[in-house]
């Protein structure tokens, strides 16, 4: 080291109860609660109440899985999420684009079949199927998919 450099070297080692961060008093400072960054974000009085689950005769789930894309059938779906008869077991936090479609089957042979695609999280994996939570982009893709499940005839699930 240099004349010069002598207080150089204490300042770049910072210990832990002098980093700001480590002390908690950071640019993301606050309580660390269980809801995380999200829950203090959006605070208590946003938490998502529960959505009324459909079954929909017909209603089937296709995704990639490295082989050619075949119906999974939906047991139960909601405008949060959906649970799919799926034997595959996937990791929760996978990222999946679901199209889903009624089988020509189940309506009229004249009109087209309805489908939706969208991003889907595995929530968790079961040995019935997965469930999964869909990542809608924005309120307008939301609403879209409202007017989706409402033009499918579905009967709600008692809870």
């Given amino acids: 080291m240099g004349p010069g450099d002598q207080g150089k070297s204490s300042e770049l080692r910072r210990g832990k109860d002098q980093d700001p961060a480590a002390r908690g008093q950071g640019r993301w400072s606050g309580p660390r609660d269980a809801d995380g960054f999200w829950g203090r ?7 998502l109440a529960p959505s009324p689950r459909f079954r929909v005769p017909g209603l089937a789930a296709y995704y990639w899985d490295g082989s050619a894309p075949r119906p999974h059938l939906v047991v139960n779906i909601s405008e949060t999420g959906a649970f799919l008869a799926s034997p595959a077991s996937w990791s929760s936090g996978t990222v999946l684009e679901l199209t889903l479609q009624t089988n020509s089957e189940s309506g ?5 079949p309805l489908a939706w695609i969208t991003a889907a999280q595995i929530v968790r994996s079961t040995p019935e199927g997965c469930a999964v939570r869909f990542l809608h982009q924005d309120r307008e893709r939301l609403q879209r998919f409202r007017e989706f499940l409402k033009s499918l005839s579905g009967k709600e699930l008692q809870r």
């Fill in 108 to 112: 009229s042979a004249s009109a087209p």
């Fill in 41 to 47: 974000f959006f605070g208590a009085k946003h938490k």
